[in-house]
C-alpha cells in the first residue's frame, strides 16, 4: 500500500461527478424516464472505467505501482463500484426530490431540440476517451478567453469547483478503502489517516480543480452557441 498512499484520482473524475449531480437540480418508472432522458443513466455506467482510467494515469506520472497492486486496484474497482447499484440509488434521490410536476417539466426540457443536444453533449463528453481528448486540448481551450469567461460564471452560479472537490474526496476515499480491504484482508482500514492526508493537499487541489471545471465547462458545450450556453 506504500505506492497508493500517494495516488490522488484526477480532478476531472470530480469534474464528471459534479456534472452528474449538479444535473439532477435542473435532472419502467417517470423517474427513470428522466434518468434516462437527462443522460445520467448513461453517464454512470462511465464511472468504473473512469476511476481505472484514474489509477492508469497515476501510475503514468511516475507512482509506483507493481503489476501486482495495478491489477489488484482494477479488480477492486470492479467489485466495488456497480453502475446499477448508483444507477438505483440516484434515481431513488430524485424520486424524493422532486414532483411529479416537476419531473414532467424536466421531461419537456430535456424531449425539446435544446434539451436533447445538451444532454447528447453531455454523454459524448463523459467517457474515459472524451476525458483523455480534453486533457490533451486543455491548453487550446484556455486560449479561449470568451468562454472561459463564461466558464467561469456557470462554475461560480452552481458552486461546481466546490462539488467537484468534495465528489472527488469522497470518492478518492472510497477506492482507497476497497483497494485497501482487497490487498489486506481482515486487516484494519486506516480512512481518517487517508482523510487527513487529502485534506491537507486541499488548498493546492482547489486552484487546479476550478481550472478543469472552467476547461471542462468549455469542451463539453463547444458547439453550443453563447446564447444558449447561459440559458
Request: include cysteine; hydrophobic fraction near 45%.
Amino acid at each position: 500500500m506504500n505506492a497508493f498512499k500517494h495516488f490522488l484520482l484526477p480532478p476531472v473524475l470530480g469534474t464528471w461527478a459534479c456534472f452528474l449531480t449538479c444535473s439532477f437540480a435542473q435532472a419502467q418508472t417517470p423517474v427513470d424516464a428522466l434518468m434516462r432522458s437527462s443522460g445520467i443513466y448513461f453517464q454512470v455506467q462511465q464511472f468504473p472505467d473512469l476511476i481505472k482510467a484514474g489509477i492508469r494515469q497515476g501510475a503514468n506520472q511516475g507512482v509506483d505501482f507493481s503489476d501486482q497492486e495495478m491489477l489488484q486496484f482494477l479488480e477492486a474497482v470492479d467489485a466495488h463500484f456497480s453502475p446499477s447499484q448508483i444507477q438505483g440509488e440516484k434515481a431513488e434521490k430524485v424520486g424524493v426530490a422532486l414532483s411529479d410536476a416537476e419531473i414532467r417539466v424536466l421531461m419537456a426540457w430535456y424531449d425539446a431540440p435544446l434539451g436533447r443536444k445538451i444532454t447528447s453533449m453531455e454523454e459524448s463528453a463523459s467517457t474515459a476517451e472524451a476525458v483523455q481528448a480534453m486533457m490533451a486540448r486543455a491548453n487550446e481551450l484556455l486560449q479561449d478567453k470568451e468562454r472561459m469567461a463564461i466558464a467561469q460564471r456557470l462554475d461560480d452560479a452552481m458552486n461546481a469547483s466546490e462539488l467537484s472537490l468534495e465528489i472527488q474526496r469522497s470518492t478518492t476515499l472510497a477506492v482507497f478503502a476497497a483497494v485497501a480491504r482487497r490487498m489486506a484482508p481482515g486487516m484494519p482500514v486506516d480512512i481518517q489517516g487517508y482523510a487527513r492526508q487529502l485534506d491537507a493537499m486541499r488548498p493546492q487541489m482547489q486552484a487546479g480543480i476550478e481550472q478543469l471545471i472552467q476547461i471542462s465547462f468549455v469542451y463539453t458545450y463547444e458547439g453550443l452557441d453563447d446564447d444558449n450556453l447561459v440559458r
